[in-house]
């Protein structure tokens, strides 16, 4: 899947997302600097990409903006060297909603996918 990974999450999680077999970006690739999270969101929707974030912000754009977007993956409370294993779980278990537009939240002890409203 192509991945595109927030400023905020831990650089080393894209070796372990393209280990297994995932396109990944990172803001950094894209913009250089952070842009904001409305262009962040914006921009991997363009490039049909899931954000993997931490960032809670996200999911209001989304849910209560109803800015587009092509998937959203939040990790919260995942240790930096486990967000990239934890991400690619992730998107593993829940591709298919994913792509179509879903958001999975990953707690530690849980996950919460909430689909695209239709």
């Known amino acids: 899947m192509n991945v595109l990974l927030d400023s905020c999450v831990w650089s080393g999680a894209r ?8 396109d990944v970006l ?8 952070d842009p904001g999270d409305a262009e962040i969101l914006r921009g991997a929707h363009d490039r049909r990409r899931v954000l993997v974030t931490l ?10 903006k109803g800015l587009p977007h092509a998937g959203i993956v939040r990790l919260v409370g995942i240790r930096a060297r486990d967000q990239g294993p934890v991400a690619a779980q992730a998107i593993e278990l829940h591709g298919e909603p994913l792509a179509a537009g879903a958001i999975v939240t990953v707690e530690a002890d849980r996950i919460r996918v909430r689909s695209k409203a239709p």
């Open 15 to 22: 070796g372990a997302l393209a280990e297994r077999g995932h």
């Open 26 to 33: 990172a803001v950094a690739d894209v913009w250089g600097e």
């Open 55 to 64: 960032d809670k912000d996200f999911g209001e754009l989304a849910i209560v």
